[in-house]
């Protein structure tokens, strides 16, 4: 008798945690791994922010919530729309979920059936071609190229719409890239949107973290049309260091909100009492530690993405948001070490990790083979040691 249903059998798991877990245990096991795996910021959650959630605690707010999370969260929601986005939602068009991912995954039970089609531009944030499967939708992955800076251009996105797309999802400022787009390229996505009939997927999770002065947009708010067809996935996980507190948000459309939050009710009921309150205090409190994360991150960028650019034969898009850089090594592509080729990203991440003890992921899982994922939320002692490992590890293939 088959055990498993063909949904799980096809199902891997997040290749970025199950990276992170490799080094993991080679860390418990002695082995100084540098990790350039993990997605989340190194600093701690603000003070205020878990202050709050402390006096979540002690006033004894530890009991089920709405399942769509609490009335001062969705306001805390609606202003911060309000305030970044000039976006005006009603809290019926706002859901609090379990993280972003969770409003992703709510979100695509919600919106998608069998036969559906979904543009992927790639690369991808690794979750969203097995969450629309999970759906049952077909994910239509569309590569962007290096040389536009990652991102999706009006020919390559009027190539692969039919009548059966549903929807495309934006990732801006993107993982794992750090591409983010303009205004006006909003404004042409849009239009197509529009009169093509489809939603868009706004994932605006990085939004915050912006180098450079880039003017964060979001293409919500590029008109009435536009704004009816898009549903914001967001979170506080990435902005506030609060990874753990697993709180991610959704708004959009009344009607798919309201589906998403039948399924959260029918699933996991509400995101926890106590993140909900700190997260209150992450979206109206005081912002300043976001902007000295940004700096840090900013310096960190800098330095990253000079070191790569030095390295002969890689080249590294230098990130507009989002703390990853995502360098091409195809050159090294072919070459050996003690006998063994390397032969694409995957190979070369795990001579990164055997011989450099260094963690990084795999293009592949972002659907680009020629390019590995750093991520720069690591200390600038760490980073400049990692590099100095990459470096040294290249220059041993032949
Ligand atoms: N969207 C993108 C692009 C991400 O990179 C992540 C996390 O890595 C998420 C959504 C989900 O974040 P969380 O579920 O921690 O809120």
Same mark, same amino acid.
């Given at each position: ?231 914001? @996935? ?6 506030? /260091?609060?990874?753990?507190? =697993?709180?991610? +948000? #959704?708004?959009?459309? %009344? !009607? &798919? ?102 963690? @990084? ?6 659907? /680009?083979?020629?390019?590995? =994922?750093?991520? +720069? #939320?690591?200390?600038? %002692? !760490? &980073? ?15």
């Amino acid at each position: 008798m088959a055990t498993l249903s063909n949904r799980a059998k096809g199902l891997k798991p997040s290749p970025t945690l199950a990276i992170n877990a490799k080094a993991k245990a080679m860390q418990a096991q002695g082995v100084r791994v540098i990790s350039f795996g993990a997605g989340e910021p190194d600093f701690d959650t603000p003070a205020n922010i878990k202050k709050a959630a402390i006096r979540a605690i002690e006033e004894g707010f530890t009991k089920y919530t709405a399942v769509g999370g609490i009335d001062e969260l969705k306001d805390a929601v609606i202003e911060k729309f309000r305030r970044d986005n000039q976006l005006t939602y009603k809290r019926s068009q706002i859901l609090i979920s379990c993280g972003g991912k969770h409003s992703f995954y709510n979100l695509a039970q919600a919106l998608f059936d069998r036969g559906d089609e979904v543009i992927i531009p790639a690369p991808y944030w690794v979750s969203y071609p097995p969450m629309v499967a999970l759906a049952e939708a077909t994910p239509v992955i569309v590569e962007t190229r290096e040389e536009n800076g990652f991102k999706l251009t009006v020919e390559d996105l009027r190539r692969v719409i039919t009548p059966r797309t549903k929807a495309l999802i934006l990732n801006s400022p993107s993982n794992p890239t750090g591409s983010a787009y303009e205004k006006e390229e909003l404004e042409r996505i849009a239009e197509i949107a529009v009169s093509n009939d489809f939603f868009v997927i706004s994932d605006e999770i990085y939004e915050k973290i912006v180098y450079d002065g880039f003017q964060f947009r979001s293409i919500a708010s590029l008109g009435d049309e536009i704004k009816k067809r898009t549903v914001i @996935v967001h979170g506080v996980a990435k902005t506030y /260091a609060m990874t753990g507190w =697993r709180i991610g +948000y #959704a708004a959009g459309p %009344e !009607e &798919i909100i309201s589906a998403m939050s039948n399924i959260q009710s029918q699933s996991t009921s509400n995101p926890t009492s106590i993140s909900q309150k700190a997260s209150v205090e992450a979206l109206i409190g005081p912002q300043d530690e976001v902007e000295r994360m940004v700096f840090a991150f900013a310096e960190r960028r800098n330095y990253i993405v000079d070191r790569l650019n030095e390295i002969e034969g890689v080249s590294c898009f230098k990130p507009i948001g989002a703390f990853y850089v995502f360098p091409n090594f195809s050159e090294y592509y072919g070459k050996h070490y003690q006998g063994k080729k390397i032969n694409n990203s995957t190979d070369l991440a795990d001579y990164f990790l055997e011989v450099a003890k260094v963690a @990084v992921v795999p293009g592949i899982e972002f659907g /680009a083979d020629r390019f590995e =994922r750093l991520s +720069y #939320a690591t200390s600038m %002692e !760490e &980073i400049e040691e990692g590099l100095d490992r990459i470096e040294d590890a290249l220059k041993k293939l032949s």
